[in-house]
């Protein structure tokens, strides 16, 4: 009995954490966003650059393909057959894995 009900408020306990986790990677996506200066290109909500609006990119996208867009921009243009310029810089294939999986979860956010 005693068992059941730990392992009930551990499962509890862990379901919070993961809202609040899912919270946080959207946060940090976000800040990442705004430090990363995606805006020079992309719009969201109405501020940043016409070039290519993310409004609703979370419905458009999978989580891989936003993912390809950021590791991968050349190969991303090429299977969307995009001809926008300036491409997405390359960089972001650099930055620490925790940060691309943020920016992935931000963008699946916009839906
Ligand atoms: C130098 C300009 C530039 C910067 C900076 C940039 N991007 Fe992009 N990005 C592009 C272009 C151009 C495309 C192709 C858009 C198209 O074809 O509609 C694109 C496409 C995308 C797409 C797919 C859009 C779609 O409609 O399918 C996502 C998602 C994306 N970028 C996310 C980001 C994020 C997140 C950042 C910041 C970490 C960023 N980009 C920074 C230029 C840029």
Not at 32 to 49: E, P, R, T
Not at 55 to 62: C, E, N, Q, V, Y
Request: hydrophobic letters at 50%; glycine letters at 6%; proline letters at 5%.
């Amino acid at each position: 009995m005693r068992a059941l009900v730990m392992a009930g408020f551990v499962s509890a306990v862990m379901l919070v954490s993961d809202v609040a986790s899912a919270q946080d990677a959207v946060a940090r996506g976000q800040q990442l966003y705004a430090a990363q200066k995606c805006s020079m290109c992309h719009q969201v909500a109405g501020k940043g650059n016409k070039l290519s609006v993310l409004d609703g990119i979370g419905a458009k996208l999978t989580a891989d393909q936003i993912r390809e867009w950021l590791v991968d921009p050349v190969a991303a243009a090429k299977k969307a057959n995009s001809t926008k310029k300036p491409l997405m810089p390359k960089t972001y294939a650099k930055l620490p894995p925790a940060d691309v999986d943020a920016l992935v979860v931000y963008m699946q956010s916009l839906k």
